[in-house]
C-alpha cells in the first residue's frame, strides 16, 4: 500500500484539521455511490484506513516510526502502543464495553435530529425601564434551517448516501491486544462522524451543513420590577438543531444603567433631599423626584439631620406582581447658613436668649443652632 500521507495528499506535519479536510474531500471524489469507475470503491477504502490510522496520536506516532508493520498485524511486529500503562489499558478496557452495550442509543442520538445550541444575549437599559418594563427590538446572528434543503444539506433532487466507511451504522470497531486479551473499541465513524449517512451533492446555499447563520430582529418584552442580572429565556430563538432538530433558546442578561440621583435597593428605593434649617424647624411641603414623577413631600416640623421620610407605594414594582411596590425613602439633609445679616443675627439671637430664659443653655456655649432641631413644647 501506498504511503498513507501520499495518499491523503498532505505532509508529514499536516495537522489534525489538514488531515480531516484532505480526506473529507478525497472521500467525495471516491465515494462508491458517486465515483463508479473500477478501482474507486478500493481508493476509497485506502484513503478510510489511512484517514483511521494518521487521525489517531498514538497509531499515527507508531506510523511514523515503524510503519505499517507498527500497526500490528502487517510485519510481525508486535503493537507497541497495546503495551502502554495501566491507565491507557483500563481506558480501553471501559471504552471497549462502554461501545458495545450502549452503543445502539447512542448511535441513534447520533444519526437523528438534535437540539440547536443555547444564545446569550447582553443587553442594557435604564433605570426607569427596569422599574416599569418596557419593549425592546434587538439584532441578533443565529443559525436558522436551510431554507433551500430543509435541513438536509442536500441538493434539491439529492439526499443523503449510506456511508461506504461504517455501511451506514455511524460507527468503527477497532480491536486493540492487550496482555489480559483482545477488547473491541466503539467509535464514532471518521467519515460521517457518527452520523451513518454522507452528502453526495451538498446543498449550494448551505454547503451541505443544513443549517444558514440569519441575522433577525426581535422584539423583547422586558417586565416591571427587573434588576440587573435578571435573566430572561426567549424560547426558540438560539441556534436552530443539526439535521432538523429543535433550536436551542435565547437567554437575554439584563444590565441596568445607574440614575444620578436615585438608588434602588431591592424594592425600595432611596434619594437625599436638603432642606433650610427654618424648613427643618418649622415644616414645609416640598416637591420630590420620584420615578413615576415630582411628588409632594410633606416635611414635619422640627425634622432632624438624618431622619428617613418616606412615599409609599412609589418604589419598585414586585416582579411578577407589578401592582405590589416598595416605597421610596428620603434622607434629611439640613443646611446651615454659612453668612448672616444683621437683621438675621438679631432674630436670632433673640429667639436664642427666649430659649436661654426657659432653662435652655446659651447658644454661644451649645452652638449657635444646637437646640433649634429639637422639638421643644
Given at each position: 500500500?501506498?504511503?498513507?500521507?501520499?495518499?491523503?495528499?498532505?505532509?508529514?506535519?499536516?495537522?489534525?484539521?489538514?488531515?480531516?479536510?484532505?480526506?473529507?474531500?478525497?472521500?467525495?471524489?471516491?465515494?462508491?455511490?458517486?465515483?463508479?469507475?473500477?478501482?474507486?470503491?478500493?481508493?476509497?477504502?485506502?484513503?478510510?484506513?489511512?484517514?483511521?490510522?494518521?487521525?489517531?496520536?498514538?497509531?499515527?506516532?507508531?506510523?511514523?516510526?515503524?510503519?505499517?508493520?507498527?500497526?500490528?498485524?502487517?510485519?510481525?511486529?508486535?503493537?507497541?502502543?497495546?503495551?502502554?500503562?495501566?491507565?491507557?489499558?483500563?481506558?480501553?478496557?471501559?471504552?471497549?464495553?462502554?461501545?458495545?452495550?450502549?452503543?445502539?442509543?447512542?448511535?441513534?442520538?447520533?444519526?437523528?435530529?438534535?437540539q440547536g445550541d443555547d444564545?446569550?444575549?447582553?443587553?442594557?437599559?435604564?433605570?426607569?425601564?427596569?422599574?416599569?418594563?418596557?419593549?425592546?427590538?434587538?439584532?441578533?446572528?443565529?443559525?436558522?434551517?436551510?431554507?433551500?434543503?430543509?435541513?438536509?444539506?442536500?441538493?434539491?433532487?439529492?439526499?443523503?448516501?449510506?456511508?461506504?466507511?461504517?455501511?451506514?451504522?455511524?460507527?468503527?470497531?477497532?480491536?486493540?491486544?492487550?496482555?489480559?486479551?483482545?477488547?473491541?473499541?466503539?467509535?464514532?465513524?471518521?467519515?460521517?462522524?457518527?452520523?451513518?449517512?454522507?452528502?453526495?451533492?451538498?446543498?449550494?446555499?448551505?454547503?451541505?451543513?443544513?443549517?444558514?447563520?440569519?441575522?433577525?430582529?426581535?422584539?423583547?418584552?422586558?417586565?416591571?420590577?427587573?434588576?440587573?442580572?435578571?435573566?430572561?429565556r426567549v424560547a426558540n430563538?438560539?441556534?436552530?438543531?443539526?439535521?432538523?432538530?429543535?433550536?436551542?433558546?435565547?437567554?437575554?442578561?439584563?444590565?441596568?444603567?445607574?440614575?444620578?440621583?436615585?438608588?434602588?435597593?431591592?424594592?425600595?428605593?432611596?434619594?437625599?433631599?436638603?432642606?433650610?434649617?427654618?424648613?427643618?424647624?418649622?415644616?414645609?411641603?416640598?416637591?420630590?423626584?420620584?420615578?413615576?414623577?415630582?411628588?409632594?413631600?410633606?416635611?414635619?416640623?422640627?425634622?432632624?439631620?438624618?431622619?428617613?421620610?418616606?412615599?409609599?407605594?412609589?418604589?419598585?414594582?414586585?416582579?411578577?406582581?407589578?401592582?405590589?411596590?416598595?416605597?421610596?425613602?428620603?434622607?434629611?439633609?439640613?443646611?446651615?447658613?454659612?453668612?448672616?445679616?444683621?437683621?438675621?443675627?438679631?432674630?436670632?439671637?433673640?429667639?436664642?436668649?427666649?430659649?436661654?430664659?426657659?432653662?435652655?443653655?446659651?447658644?454661644?456655649?451649645?452652638?449657635?443652632?444646637?437646640?433649634?432641631?429639637?422639638?421643644?413644647?
Open positions: 500500500m501506498a504511503d498513507y500521507y501520499e495518499l491523503l495528499g498532505v505532509g508529514r506535519d499536516a495537522d489534525a484539521d489538514t488531515l480531516k479536510r484532505a480526506y473529507r474531500r478525497l472521500a467525495r471524489q471516491y465515494h462508491p455511490d458517486v465515483n463508479k469507475d473500477p478501482g474507486a470503491e478500493d481508493r476509497f477504502k485506502e484513503i478510510g484506513r489511512a484517514y483511521e490510522v494518521l487521525s489517531d496520536p498514538q497509531t499515527r506516532a507508531r506510523y511514523d516510526q515503524f510503519g505499517e508493520a507498527g500497526l500490528g498485524g502487517g510485519g510481525g511486529m508486535p503493537d507497541m502502543g497495546d503495551m502502554g500503562g495501566f491507565a491507557d489499558l483500563f481506558e480501553t478496557f471501559f471504552s471497549g464495553f462502554g461501545g458495545g452495550m450502549g452503543g445502539g442509543a447512542a448511535q441513534q442520538r447520533r444519526r437523528g435530529p438534535r444564545l446569550r444575549l447582553d443587553l442594557g437599559i435604564t433605570f426607569a425601564e427596569a422599574i416599569f418594563g418596557v419593549e425592546k427590538e434587538v439584532q441578533l446572528r443565529h443559525l436558522e434551517t436551510c431554507g433551500s434543503c430543509s435541513g438536509s444539506g442536500a441538493k434539491a433532487g439529492s439526499g443523503p448516501v449510506s456511508c461506504g466507511t461504517c455501511g451506514g451504522v455511524g460507527q468503527v470497531r477497532r480491536a486493540t491486544r492487550t496482555p489480559f486479551g483482545s477488547f473491541t473499541q466503539v467509535a464514532p465513524c471518521p467519515s460521517c462522524d457518527g452520523a451513518g449517512q454522507v452528502i453526495a451533492d451538498p446543498c449550494s446555499a448551505c454547503g451541505g451543513q443544513g443549517l444558514q447563520q440569519v441575522r433577525k430582529k426581535l422584539r423583547i418584552n422586558i417586565p416591571a420590577g427587573v434588576d440587573t442580572g435578571t435573566r430572561l430563538e438560539g441556534n436552530a438543531g443539526p439535521r432538523g432538530g429543535p433550536s436551542g433558546d435565547l437567554y437575554v442578561f439584563l444590565n441596568v444603567q445607574n440614575h444620578p440621583h436615585l438608588r434602588r435597593d431591592g424594592l425600595q428605593i432611596h434619594s437625599e433631599i436638603s432642606l433650610s434649617y427654618l424648613q427643618a424647624i418649622l415644616g414645609d411641603t416640598i416637591e420630590v423626584e420620584t420615578v413615576d414623577g415630582t411628588e409632594p413631600l410633606d416635611i414635619p416640623p422640627g425634622t432632624q439631620p438624618g431622619a428617613v421620610l418616606s412615599l409609599n407605594g412609589k418604589g419598585v414594582p414586585k416582579l411578577g406582581n407589578p401592582v405590589a411596590r416598595g416605597n421610596h425613602q428620603f434622607t434629611v439633609k439640613v443646611q446651615l447658613p454659612t453668612k448672616l445679616n444683621a437683621e438675621e443675627r438679631a432674630l436670632l439671637e433673640e429667639l436664642a436668649g427666649h430659649h436661654s430664659r426657659k432653662g435652655h443653655k446659651h447658644p454661644h456655649k451649645s452652638g449657635l443652632f444646637g437646640g433649634l432641631f429639637s422639638q421643644h413644647d
